[in-house]
């Protein structure tokens, strides 16, 4: 079952601006699917309308096979949101909030006890856990409302720059815990972050968005083939000669089109052939930001 799947989803706000045009996706169960798009392309809106938050102006959607125009009391109970403004409540401690929210899921003392304890070891709060939030610095707010947003151990979690203001070893905790939510227990997580390299590393599934529109879908393999990617060969060296379709990078480096090892042998020998000296050479793949801006550029054309 497709833990998420929308149909020609449609959002305007004032019935001119549209803030999502006749979208179309689905996600597996157990997929961390990275949202992609800049400031206002239309990320925030889909969250809200797949949360019930908003109604759509056309087509439809599901969680967990549940349509989100009828059944928005008990998708809030299989999700899990964690926005970048994320509030909690300043004059509560860590643990009061934990205990406030966990009721409004319905769940028992015992088990919001259970639950809370093993959250706020995993995130290192355990020591701040009965001071009052607004005492908590950034970092702390941000791992607090992770663990607000796993407290009833949702199927589906919506993130918005899970790491953003975490230190180095709080962010790789973070990125693991979802690593393991998504493997062991079937998690399907819905990342909305601008850290494409952040993406790359963590994410099963893309998507992108620009302007409200979905400009591409699929696992980065797939995206790579849509956009026909290339290989390159970048050298770094001394009185390197003019060589046809070569580019300069923004590291000095001359960039050339491959098609296949042995054009890099080709190269480097009519290099050394012909006075120049190199000093580095390396194959070089597209990565998830070189996919991201064809898809932008293709859009822009």
């Not at 919506?158 to 393991?180: C, H, R, W, Y």
């Amino acid at each position: 079952m497709n833990a998420i799947e929308t149909i020609n989803l449609k959002k305007s706000y004032n019935g001119n601006q549209i803030a999502l045009s006749d979208t179309s996706f689905s996600i597996k169960q157990g997929e961390i699917f990275g949202f992609l798009g800049s400031n206002g392309a239309g990320k925030t809106t889909t969250v809200r309308l797949l949360n019930g938050i908003l109604e759509p102006s056309g087509g439809n959607a599901s969680v967990m096979g549940m349509d989100i125009t009828k059944n928005q009391v008990e998708i809030h109970k299989l999700c899990g949101v964690m926005t970048e403004t994320a509030l909690m409540y300043e004059n509560l401690s860590g643990i009061e909030n934990l205990n406030f929210f966990g009721r409004l899921h319905g769940m028992s003392e015992a088990a919001i006890r259970e639950r809370s304890f093993v959250l706020l070891e995993y995130l290192e709060l355990t020591d701040a856990k009965n001071k009052k939030v607004k005492a908590y610095s950034t970092g702390m707010k941000r791992r607090l409302s992770i663990a607000r947003a796993l407290l009833h151990s949702p199927k589906v979690l919506f993130l918005d720059e899970p790491t953003s203001g975490l230190d180095p070893e709080a962010a790789m905790n973070v990125t693991k815990m979802i690593k393991q939510l998504s493997v062991e227990q079937g998690v399907t997580v819905f990342l909305c972050t601008h850290q494409l390299k952040y993406a790359e590393e963590i994410c099963t599934l893309y998507g992108f968005i620009h302007k409200g529109r979905m400009l591409g879908m699929g696992t980065f393999d797939e995206l790579l083939k849509q956009r026909n990617s290339k290989r390159y060969v970048e050298i770094r060296g001394e009185s390197l000669p003019d060589i046809k379709s070569s580019e300069l990078t923004h590291e000095g480096k001359i960039r050339i089109t491959i098609q296949s090892d042995d054009d890099v042998t080709r190269i480097l020998q009519d290099i050394l052939s012909r006075g120049g000296k190199v000093y580095e050479a390396r194959q070089v793949k597209w990565n998830l930001e070189d996919l991201y801006f064809s898809f932008q550029k293709g859009e822009n054309l």
